[in-house]
């Protein structure tokens, strides 16, 4: 059983930055693919980001290469998504998800824990 943890959520102006945190308990972390998912009020959830466990291979949705970076410290059991270049549109309710399986994938469904999710809000 693996649970996760997100923190760092906030409120920011369009063009600030925010760090998000995804904390992980259990000792197979680093065998674990993580990834990052959005949900906007009304809007199904979407894939952000994601990182491999073995090899620290990542991806992004091309609406935010080169505004965000996600990285894992697998020591801390920690999973990171730097945000800068805030938009408005960036605004939903962030998740961090574990996959058993050591591959990225955009669809949900293939990853087994979730966490409670942290609140991103950027203003204009």
């Known amino acids: 059983q693996v649970q996760l943890v997100e923190s760092g959520g906030g409120l920011v102006q369009a063009g600030g930055s925010l760090r998000l945190s995804c904390a992980a308990s259990?000792?197979?972390?680093?065998?674990?693919?993580m990834g990052w998912f959005r949900q906007a009020p009304g809007k199904e959830r979407e894939f952000v980001a994601g990182i491999t466990g073995s090899n620290g291979r990542t991806y992004y949705r091309e609406s935010v290469k080169g505004r965000f970076t996600i990285s894992r410290d697998n020591a801390k059991n920690t999973m990171y998504l730097q945000m800068n270049s805030l938009k408005p549109e960036d605004t939903a309710l962030y998740y961090c998800a574990a996959g058993y399986v050591d591959n990225v994938y955009a669809l949900p469904q293939k990853y087994d824990y979730w966490g409670q999710g942290t609140q991103v809000t950027v203003s204009s």
């Open positions: 259990g000792r197979t972390f680093s065998t674990y693919a």
